[in-house]
């Protein structure tokens, strides 16, 4: 059974940063591509960004509004994926999932995703 | 960045209904489209990709057609299990991009 557990979210003031984590299991991690995705209070999905797979360089890429705070690793040893998000910003605020996606674009598995409120 | 546009945003319906989601593309993005299904507090689940393909375990009664800027959802006869929000993703360029939701609900 695939599962994504995303994990780390919570409260943190404006300019903090903070770490979440996805623990993936019930498929072969390193051959997929893998999403951030988020949906701030009351709107709609909003594309985070990308890591490819390790046929692919383990490449990456981001959304405008994340790029130079938000980084995208994975260990796939840990079949983990990771979200450094500095410099954060109260229109930060959202329930981030962890997506699993086919190299061609779509998300074929989500997370249930964790709670990030960026508030003083 | 490539706009979508989902309508209606919400949609009063009854159990047996044929429904109908629209989500519209600021420009073509061939057939490069996928629709979800969220329930409150749920994981977001995969229907259909490529416009009209449907994901293995998705019930027949799903379906998608349209290609350039135009997509259609359909669920041929409403079940009580489908009421939900639905959304669509277009994966032909970055950044990837969703609609804003429909949200079904029970009349």
């Known amino acids: 059974e695939v599962q994504l557990v995303e994990s780390g979210g919570g409260l943190v003031q404006p300019g903090g940063s903070l770490r979440l984590s996805c623990a993936a299991s019930g498929f072969t991690f390193s051959d997929h591509y893998m999403d951030w995705v988020r949906r701030a209070p009351g709107k709609g999905m909003e594309w985070v960004g990308r890591s490819r797979n390790k046929a692919n360089s383990y490449s990456r890429e981001y959304a405008a509004s994340v790029k130079g705070r938000f980084t995208i690793s994975r260990d796939d040893s840990q079949n983990s994926l990771y979200l450094q998000m500095n410099s954060l910003e109260t229109e930060d605020t959202a329930v981030y999932y962890c997506?699993?996606?086919?190299?061609?674009?779509?998300?074929?598995?989500w997370g249930q995703g964790t709670l990030v409120t960026v508030s003083s | 960045d490539i706009q979508m546009t989902q309508s209606p945003s919400t949609l009063s319906t009854s159990v047996g209904d044929r429904v109908t989601i629209t989500c519209r593309a600021s420009?073509?993005?061939?057939?490069?489209l996928a629709w979800y299904q969220q329930k409150p507090g749920k994981a977001p689940r995969l229907l259909i990709y490529k416009a009209s393909s449907l994901q293995s375990g998705v019930p027949s009664r799903f379906s998608g057609s349209g290609s350039g800027t135009e997509f259609t959802l359909t669920i041929s006869s409403l079940q009580p299990d489908d009421f939900a929000t639905y959304f669509c993703q277009q994966y032909s360029g970055y950044p990837l991009t969703f609609g804003g939701g429909t949200k079904v609900e029970i009349k």
């Open positions: 997506v699993r996606s086919d190299s061609s674009g779509y998300c074929t598995f």
């Open positions: 420009q073509s993005i061939s057939g490069w």
